[in-house]
């Protein structure tokens, strides 16, 4: 089987099953999903198998070395919280909504009470 006959396989078990391969054998075995400790991952090349730590000497070496070029910090800087000026917002918008609700429930009952009220009076 050619290595893009292989992908394609990989690619429509992922989308019909929700994970690849679908069918376990020798041409297709498991691989553990990814997480942050083995960094597993499937090498797709004449043959099929799952690996882990793709390349980590490398990645090692880029993340001692390049930082000290350019006088960086070598961790990654936490994405700061952009959306929570939003989050206030959408909360406003909900107590507003929520409050015109309640408005319309009551006025709809008092109608339907004052409605109800005339009806009666108006028979002799």
Known sequence: MQI???????WTDFAK???????VNY?????????????SYYRIGNDLRPESS?????ANFWSHHLPGLFGVSPFVQ?????????AALAWTMVAVSVTMF???VILLATLYY???RQSFSAQP
């Open 4 to 10: 893009r006959e292989r992908i394609l396989t990989l």
């Open 17 to 23: 099953h929700g994970h690849s391969p679908h069918f």
């Open 27 to 39: 041409e297709f075995p498991r691989w553990k999903p990814f997480d942050g400790q083995t960094l």
């Open 54 to 58: 793709y390349r980590q000497s490398e």
């Open 78 to 86: 936490p994405l700061s919280n952009k959306g929570r000026p939003y």
């Open 102 to 104: 309640l408005l319309i």
């Open 114 to 116: 004052q409605r109800k």
